[in-house]
């Protein structure tokens, strides 16, 4: 088991930066990839960023050059950068975690962010 843990979320106003993190603790192998996706309630969740322990990034093509990923192995964590945001990225967002042997996944609790315009 992974549990996952998030933080960063909040309101902010369009223009403006927001950084989550996402802890991943417990059973971690390490080839593995962590991520984001966000989700509106109602809609599909869709994907924002993923990153894999050897530092290969997938961005949502809508998203790139607005938000960076990042992570450090060594505290298990996944960064979501997301600069110049907008009322658009108002979200509730998950961190995913991705065992590449076993294909489980495991998700955060989200965390909402929310942008005003």
């Known amino acids: 088991q992974v549990q996952l843990v998030e933080s960063g979320g909040g309101l902010v106003q369009a223009g403006e930066s927001l950084r989550l993190s996402c802890a991943a603790s417990?059973?971690?192998?390490?080839?593995?990839?962590m991520g984001w996706y966000r989700q509106v309630p109602g809609k599909q969740r869709e994907l924002v960023a993923t990153?894999?322990?050897?530092?290969?990034?997938n961005y949502a093509d809508s998203l790139k050059g607005r938000f960076t990923i990042s992570r450090d192995n060594a505290k298990n964590t996944v960064y979501l950068q997301m600069n110049s945001l907008k009322p658009e990225d108002t979200d509730v967002y998950y961190c995913?975690?991705?065992?590449?042997?076993?294909?489980?996944?495991?998700w955060g609790q989200g965390t909402q962010v929310t942008v005003s315009s």
């Open positions: 417990g059973r971690i192998f390490s080839d593995n990839a």
């Open positions: 995913i975690f991705y065992e590449i042997a076993t294909r489980l996944r495991y």
């Open positions: 990153i894999t322990s050897g530092g290969n990034t």
